[in-house]
């Protein structure tokens, strides 16, 4: 079982940078942990992944925070992190940390999220 604890949000002028943090934690001898991800959601909007790595280390960003946001792991920590820079008023949202489980789908060997933290808020204002 994975658990999954997010730290970090607050509130910040825009032009501001917040860091979020998230550990991961799992009971159990099974672990197929594959990629994990920071996505947020507005209210009223459905949840949009901000930045995805893999456990190799490779990093995916969305178009709206190319640039601007860093994410990165520490496995040793079992620590994922977002560093979020040049914040702006639309960047004020729940962020929610995320981990990919291995499973098979039709026969092939798929990464999907399964396991989510409660969020964590970030607010900015101008």
């Known amino acids: 079982q994975v658990q999954l604890m997010e730290s970090g949000g607050g509130s910040v002028q825009a032009g501001g940078s917040l860091k979020l943090s998230c550990v991961r934690s799992v009971t159990g001898s099974t672990d197929n942990r594959c990629d994990m991800a920071w996505h947020r959601q507005a209210p009223g909007q459905e949840r949009e992944v901000v930045s995805s790595?893999?456990?190799?280390?490779?990093?995916r960003y969305s178009d709206s925070v190319k640039g601007r946001f860093t994410i990165s792991q520490d496995n040793k920590k079992n620590t994922l992190y977002l560093q979020m820079n040049s914040l702006n008023k639309v960047d004020t949202v729940v962020y929610y940390c995320?981990?990919?489980?291995?499973?098979?789908?039709?026969?092939?060997?798929?990464?999907?999220?399964?396991?989510w933290g409660h969020g964590t808020q970030v607010t900015v204002s101008s």
């Open positions: 995320a981990s990919g489980s291995l499973v098979v789908v039709a026969g092939n060997l798929e990464c999907h999220y399964r396991d």
């Open positions: 790595i893999s456990i190799d280390g490779t990093t």
